[in-house]
């Protein structure tokens, strides 16, 4: 069965950068759109930014304008930086993928990435 791989949680510095990378197989990464959620202590899951798998990219909010998800085609991996690292910015990250082909649908989801900000 596919499935994504994260790295590079851990710990951030306030002000400073966060980046991440999600690795997948070719055949879920040239089907599908993929991008990232978080989940901060005692609040829900909220979306981060996605892409589709035509490239079509939309952001949250919060994370307009200092937020940017690479992608690497031959590698099949997504690739997070986001920049004015805030201590709010901290929980646990999840990579997605949703796989379309041939009138079929599939999520895809990372195992978590623990991300710390501190002072």
């Known amino acids: 069965q596919g499935q994504l791989l994260e790295s590079g949680g851990g710990l951030a510095q306030a002000g400073g950068s966060l980046n991440l990378s999600c690795a997948t197989s070719?055949?879920?990464?040239?089907?599908?759109?993929m991008g990232w959620y978080r989940q901060a202590p005692g609040k829900q899951r909220e979306f981060v930014a996605r892409f589709t798998k035509y490239g079509v990219t939309r952001y949250s909010d919060s994370v307009k304008g200092h937020f940017t998800i690479p992608r690497d085609n031959a590698k099949s991996t997504v690739y997070q930086h986001k920049g004015s690292m805030k201590l709010e910015d901290a929980g646990v990250y999840y990579c997605n993928a949703n796989r379309t082909k041939d009138g079929d649908e599939h999520d895809y989801w990372g195992q978590g990435a623990q991300v710390t900000v501190t002072l």
């Open positions: 070719a055949s879920i990464f040239q089907y599908s759109g």
